[in-house]
């Protein structure tokens, strides 16, 4: 079994049902288990900023799948939720980044691991501190609230707005 964190963002729509149906989508897969789910946080936008602004969490996965066939998994439930690739980062009804995959370091054509920019985004960084703040960054030598502390306040705005989701039927 192995430990997978995931980003995850929303700011087209009902932000916060996609987010809740991002993560039942993931957890109703059988080889995939919901393990941990941070608070939500209302971020200003990164890359694009004339865009709206985004609902943000982190969630940790136990899973007995690969690395590539997790992300095909987090694919799919983006598709599901009705993503459309227009511009890269611009706005999107689901967002699922694979942040860390258990002690693995990849770099493929498809998948990067640990997430190359996750030690520059305060909207990862402060809910991922959250949850798993002495988890140690695979290849870094620095756990998750070291790279946040790192950061400072050179990150984006980032305002915790309410408890973990309940993942239970609206």
């Not at 964190?5 to 916060?16: A, C, F, H, I, M």
């Not at 971020?43 to 709206?52: A, C, F, I, L, W």
């Not at 602004?53 to 799948?65: I, P, S």
């Not at 050179?154 to 309410?162: K, L, M, S």
Request: proline share 6%.
């Amino acid at each position: 079994m192995t430990r997978a964190w995931v980003g995850v963002g929303s700011n087209e729509g009902d932000r916060l049902g996609f987010v809740k149906r991002g993560l039942r989508l993931l957890a109703s897969d059988p080889d995939i288990e919901l393990a941990a789910v941070s608070s939500l946080y209302d971020t200003e936008p990164y890359g694009v900023e004339d865009q709206p602004r985004f609902l943000n969490l982190v969630a940790g996965f136990d899973t007995t799948l690969a690395a590539e066939v997790f992300l095909a998994r987090l694919l799919e439930a983006e598709d599901r939720c009705g993503r459309i690739r227009r511009e890269r980062w611009g706005p999107r009804t689901l967002d699922l980044d694979l942040l860390i995959f258990g002690d693995e370091m990849l770099a493929t054509d498809v998948l990067t691991v640990p997430h190359p920019g996750m030690p520059d985004r305060s909207f990862v960084l402060v809910p991922f501190a959250e949850v798993a703040p002495e988890l140690e960054v695979p290849g870094t030598g620095s756990t998750v609230s070291e790279l946040l502390e790192r950061l400072g306040d050179q990150g984006t705005e980032v305002t915790r707005i309410g408890d973990a989701p309940r993942l239970g039927a609206d």
